[in-house]
Nanobody, 123 residues
Framework: VQLQASGGGLVQAGGSLRLSCAAS????????MGWFRQAPGKEREFVAA????????YYADSVKGRFTISRTNGASRVYLQMNSLNPEDTAVYYC?????????????????WGQGTLVTVSS
């Protein structure tokens, strides 16, 4: 399976970006999908996730109310709408397919990962 993340870039604080992740090579509609991020010098952390059906979503406290995850199963895509960005959101963002059981919040449940897209928020 391949996951291709896109949509990153440079944005000023307070601005918005929409990340997109295209999936191929697997039955997309059977997997939960998640976004994680890794800032320079820090460990990778959970950002948001959505269930296979799209009816349930999960967010890290740090992004709740600012980010929205969604998916379009027909197009095999998952999106992350990011609003009110601040410099602490600067990181490489990765999309991942949840192929295992357990919590959406932990990376060990995700079997496939995209290559990442860089988001830089300037102050």
């Amino acid at each position: 399976v391949q996951l291709q993340a896109s949509g990153g870039g440079l944005v000023q604080a307070g601005g918005s970006l929409r990340l997109s992740c295209a999936a191929s090579g697997r039955s997309f509609s059977t997997d939960g999908m998640g976004w994680f991020r890794q800032a320079p010098g820090k460990e990778r952390e959970f950002v948001a996730a959505v269930s296979a059906s799209g009816t349930s979503s999960y967010y890290a406290d740090s992004v709740k109310g600012r980010f929205t995850i969604s998916r379009t199963n027909g197009a095999s895509r998952v999106y992350l709408q990011m609003n009110s960005l601040n410099p602490e959101d600067t990181a490489v963002y990765y999309c991942a397919a949840k192929t295992g059981t357990g919590s959406y919040y932990y990376s060990r449940g995700y079997g496939y990962w995209g290559q990442g897209t860089l988001v830089t928020v300037s102050s």
